[in-house]
């Protein structure tokens, strides 16, 4: 049986819809229809449209023709209301305005109510992740604190490598759907101890950030930020190792500071944006930190990378994949430089065949993080069967010194991949074929190949 996810508002005229599903008529054509009322109207629905949560929707020709020449990846296949629908502009009946004229030049007060489905909704999880290991997760999410649309949560994640738990709010800024501010403190433990280079690290950090992120309607979104990050790290190295370390452990527990002012932008573009079977990303970002404001250093981090899928042959039964992720840190002195903010290669989403962030440049025996990023991976993968695809893969690149001194590192494996419900289901058993002892290691990732 197919199964057809449709959407409409829930108004008298999409009462055939329920008649019939009632009546089991599409059940006797072998088609499972999964019909879901949006209130919201017509922008909810083109954002659903986008984002892959539902197959149809039953909509407002102006207002999805507006989003299809906006990028929305949707096309109109038929015409389901010919007549159409009359608006009116209704006032009370001793309003001064009687025709629309009165209303030229003149301002007028609206009131809006704002309500949620689901005003309060709570998640927990438990998975696992090759880089992470078993991982326990727990959410709760306020989705409308008042009617201005304030928004709030907090959530925790506890894995054998990371423990961190965060609380976030959110308000519409200029528009209420595409301009919003968004803030989060969040403290994080992380234990590093891990890979040839890596040494003995424990680290506490407290995290602040307050970011103004803007939609706009030609698909580039951008992000105006400001972090501050506090770590204390804690090292179990013998005292007489301590001078060879990529940190100046000039205490048991020295603290590292950044306060970074940013700015990114980037844009999606894709046929479906949970299993796409075409499109291409971009982003681009900068942050930048002073020494005399809370930084320990002078410096500017630039982050660009590129990726791009595309399915061909019959049934696009073909597909191809590559990327290239980049980034450069300039610093007075990159030895300031906070460890965690360092560039380091390896991992699901990475140069597999490597443990998680375990390649950057070494010196005396031990990982000092890159000043330099450049990934590049390339993918081809065959669909056997529906919704599952066999893959073979290359990941090349590593986290370089300035002079890239720093050994290249290349990864080539073979994956199963599954267009699962929630997103791409990625299992990959991966080589890194430049060590004389070739590890081989098992990815498991789930989410966009983009």
Not at 29 to 42: A, K, M, S
Not at 104 to 125: I, M, T, Y
Not at 189 to 208: M, W, Y
Not at 334 to 348: H, I, M, N, S, T
Request: charged letters at 25%; hydrophobic letters at 35%; proline letters at 4%.
């Amino acid at each position: 049986m197919k199964t057809i996810k449709i959407a409409g508002v829930p108004e008298h005229f999409n009462l055939p819809w329920y008649l019939s599903i009632e009546n089991g008529d599409f059940e006797n054509q072998n088609i499972d229809l999964q019909w879901t009322d949006v209130p919201e109207g017509t922008g909810k629905m083109c954002q659903m449209l986008r984002e892959g949560e539902t197959d149809i929707a039953v909509i407002l020709t102006e207002g999805i023709v507006k989003d299809i020449v906006a990028g929305n990846p949707s096309k109109i296949v038929q015409v389901y209301v010919e007549s159409p629908l009359i608006w009116g502009i209704h006032v009370a009946a001793k309003s001064d305005y009687k025709k629309l004229s009165d209303l030229e030049n003149k301002k007028v007060a609206l009131s809006v109510f704002v309500s949620a489905n689901k005003p309060r909704d709570a998640q927990v999880g438990l998975g696992y992740g090759t880089d992470t290991g078993v991982r326990a997760t727990a959410k709760i999410d306020y989705n409308l604190i008042n009617r201005k649309g304030y928004q709030a949560g907090a959530e925790t994640e506890v894995s054998r490598i990371t423990k961190n738990v965060a609380v976030y709010g959110s308000r519409p800024w200029k528009h209420p759907l595409n301009d919003k501010l968004d803030a989060r403190l969040t403290y994080e433990e992380e234990v590093i101890d891990q890979g040839e280079g890596n040494f003995d690290l424990s680290t506490r950090t407290l995290k602040a950030a307050l970011a103004r992120n803007i939609r706009r309607e030609n698909g580039w979104d951008r992000s105006y930020s400001v972090r501050y990050r506090l770590d204390e790290l804690e090292t179990g190295v013998d005292e007489e190792e301590l001078d060879n370390l990529p940190v100046r452990f000039t205490s048991s527990k020295p603290t590292q500071h950044a306060l970074l002012f940013g700015y990114g932008m980037s844009k999606t573009d894709v046929d479906n944006a949970a299993n796409p079977t075409r499109g291409f990303r971009q982003y681009y970002a900068l942050e930048a930190g002073s020494e005399s404001l809370l930084s320990d250093t002078d410096m500017a981090i630039l982050r660009a990378g590129v990726s791009g899928l595309y399915s061909f042959g019959a049934d696009d039964k073909h597909q191809v994949l590559g990327s290239l992720n980049t980034g450069y840190i300039w610093a007075d002195d990159f030895y300031e430089v906070p460890y965690k903010l360092r560039f380091f290669a390896g991992g699901d989403q990475s140069i597999r065949g490597y443990d998680y962030e375990s390649l950057s440049p070494i010196e005396k025996g031990y990982l000092t993080g890159g000043q330099i990023l450049a990934v590049g991976s390339a993918e081809y993968n065959y669909e056997f069967r529906p919704g599952f695809r066999g893959a073979v893969f290359t990941d090349v690149g590593n986290a370089y010194d300035k002079d890239f001194e720093t050994d290249t590192k290349v990864g080539v494996g073979v994956g199963i991949r599954w267009a699962s419900p929630v997103g791409v289901v990625r299992v990959d058993v991966a080589a890194g074929v430049t060590e004389d002892s070739i590890p081989v290691r098992l990815h498991l990732f789930i989410g966009s190949p983009l």
